[in-house]
RNA sequence: CGGGAUAUAGCCUAGUGGCUAAGGCGCCUGCUUUGGGAGCAGGAGAUCGCAAGUUCGAGUCUUGCUAUCCCGACCA
């Protein structure tokens, strides 16, 4: 390939995209990502050639576990949505549109309900399972807000893997293998990733694991343990909580006046902060809910919504707290209208001598203690986990990890099966639900983490089996014989070279094959005419060397293999 | 949707109410140059995001719209 013939050339000052990860902005220097507008990326020749590694690498572990690739719509009725219930579960970022006989489409944002309806009528028999199938296809999500290039966008290729099982013993043994494919295909793309255990939220189920590539500016947060293997989102995470016995003392109202912030309430009284109880209030579809938990902790929506069975608890209205004859400053588990539900989480339970609002301006109650002076109608726990916690398997030492998450796996259980009616006969002819498995890869945001975790302050490094190019040749000088070389060589390199045969100075070309990332260049230059040797130089290792030019062949066969065998993964 | 910022040529930017909107990169033509974004000469490229308003006069001030970027809820 000529490098004159790509269109979506280098830029020399990289571009003004906010403060985007330097990876992102090197695939757009480079010429491989352009943005069409907010949360949409076009592929440029480059891009999308890696895109293909990425492909071949994500299909081979694919096939090896036996997956056979799929391809369902982009544009699935909406009434599957309804089936499955799900068009109401959240705020999902659903575009409908009505086709011409007016029925009502959407733009799937993932595919569980497609492929769903598409095995209904070929899964009848405990003999057609298990069936594990993949599939490369768009999603579109209206995101709220897309950020950071192909991070997350509204439009994004996704590898979605989906299985089939008997049972849920059967879908669980699946898992090791899913999971071990996953490993492996991150470290072929050279990005470090661990994996946490997740909530599988919007999408169902019963249990799911993401894998997080750790990176200071991700907006993905886990709790993991020093000590021990503990590592889960943020979201479910949940740590060891110090109770204080003590002995009950009477309650007390005691006038706080005009306070300010809890902070300052807290120098004024002398007490630390876990003896405070913060009361906030949610509004969801079942109601209000008020909920108490110890002001050394922070609310978890997540966990909330998980313990009163909600998909949207969020923020009240200031007509709610007129409904409490309370306001926001003062807001308190005393005195509430009956259909207000109090929610406390469990460290409140175990802690004693609390102080806490008592729905009145300017009056706290002290000594307060759950189950004596004030009752919930659930109890559980709701806050996140804070850096410092004690781990509850290990009592090792949690701190929180923020990275990019790269995939997502999850155990649908029966939800979809159940939901649509997908059936299979077992062996006594009953009809059974079958178990399924969903796992997913956001190819795009791969491709950027990749550019992320592999480049240098020169420019990207692509990994062997990714670089859309392995080598890249240039000749020096007008000389017509070294032309003839060059033009001869990428003869019969075809596919596997660009070839950089601009008119410009040699700065200009190893600035730009720096920029690229290209594997290897080739320069066929001042010892070329003499001595017959050509330049060999390593991008990655920085290794330089000159071998002669009958060799040259010989030496990149060799050269492709050993990093083939390099990039090799042992299973 | 809430809060903040920005919008000038393909890219990066300057432009403090006043003359024909400035520079660098890139692009085109010619010559020269070929081991680290080289040089010389010439050239093309802008309805200054859109629409109103204030003013003798608006890229610059005001308002509205639109788009983009950043911060929050959401996600692969």
Not at 70 to 93: C, F, G, M, N, Y
């Amino acid at each position: 390939m000529f490098y004159t013939k790509l269109p979506g050339k280098t830029d020399r000052e990289s571009p003004a995209v906010g403060n985007a990860f330097p990876g992102y902005r090197f695939l757009i220097q480079a010429g491989y990502v352009r943005s069409m507008g907010k949360g949409l990326n076009a592929l440029l020749p480059l891009g999308k050639r890696v895109e293909n590694r990425l492909k071949e690498i994500i299909s081979e572990e694919m096939e090896e576990m036996g997956g056979m690739e799929i391809s369902v719509p982009l544009v699935s009725p909406l009434e599957l949505w309804e089936k499955t219930d799900r068009r109401h579960k959240t705020e999902a970022p659903f575009v409908q549109f009505k086709d011409r006989s007016g029925r009502d489409m959407v733009l799937s944002p993932t595919h569980e309900e497609s492929v769903t309806f598409l095995f209904k009528d070929c899964i009848r028999s405990h003999k057609d399972l298990p069936l594990f199938v993949y599939q490369y296809q768009l999603k579109y999500r209206d995101e709220l807000r897309p950020r950071g290039g192909l991070l997350r966008s509204k439009e994004f290729m996704m590898k979605d893997g989906y299985s089939f099982h008997r049972s849920y013993v059967e879908l669980n043994n699946f898992f090791p293998t899913i999971f071990a494919a996953y490993q492996r295909i991150f470290q072929h793309c050279s990005v470090p990733t661990y994996a946490v255990e997740a909530d599988s939220g919007f999408m169902q189920g019963s249990r799911s694991y993401e894998f997080i590539m750790s990176h200071p500016k991700g907006k993905n947060l886990s709790i993991r343990c020093n000590s021990c293997e503990y590592k889960a989102s943020q979201n479910i995470a949940y740590a060891e909580k110090d109770a204080h016995v003590e002995d009950l003392l009477p309650i007390e109202e005691i006038n706080v006046g005009a306070f300010t912030t809890l902070h300052a309430l807290q120098q004024q009284l002398q007490v630390s902060m876990d003896k405070f109880c913060i009361c906030t209030l949610y509004k969801c579809e079942k109601g209000l809910f008020i909920t108490v938990h110890r002001a050394d902790s922070e609310v978890s929506q997540y966990k909330l919504q998980k313990l009163i069975k909600s998909c949207k608890a969020g923020p009240p209205d200031s007509s709610d707290f007129d409904k409490l004859g309370q306001n926001s400053r003062c807001l308190s588990p005393f005195g509430l209208p009956e259909d207000v539900k109090i929610v406390v989480d469990d460290a409140v339970v175990d802690s004693c001598n609390l102080i806490i609002t008592s729905g009145e301006p300017d009056f706290f109650y002290k000594n307060v203690n759950f189950g004596r002076d004030f009752d919930a109608n659930i109890v559980g726990d709701i806050v996140k986990v804070q850096q410092g916690q004690s781990c509850s398997i290990c009592g090792g030492t949690l701190y929180q990890d923020s990275g990019i998450e790269l995939g997502h796996i999850f155990k649908l259980d029966d939800y979809y099966t159940r939901a649509m009616g997908l059936t299979y006969q077992n062996l006594r002819g009953e009809f059974i639900y079958p178990h399924m498995g969903s796992y997913g890869i956001g190819i795009g945001r791969l491709m950027e983490a990749i550019a992320e975790a592999n480049h240098d302050e020169r420019g990207l490094i692509w990994p062997y089996r990714l670089a859309p190019y392995k080598c890249y040749v240039m000749g020096t000088g007008k000389s017509p014989t070294i032309k003839e070389f060059v033009n001869n060589l990428s003869e019969k390199l075809k596919d596997i070279a660009l070839v950089d045969d601009r008119v410009e100075n040699i700065g200009t070309k190893f600035k730009d094959f720096e920029l690229l990332g290209i594997p290897l260049r080739i320069v066929v230059g001042r010892n070329f005419l003499e001595k017959s040797m050509v330049e060999i130089y390593e991008r990655k290792s920085g290794i330089i060397k000159e071998i002669k030019a009958d060799k040259l062949m010989n030496y990149l066969q060799a050269w492709m293999q050993e990093q083939v065998k390099e990039s090799r993964i042992a299973k």
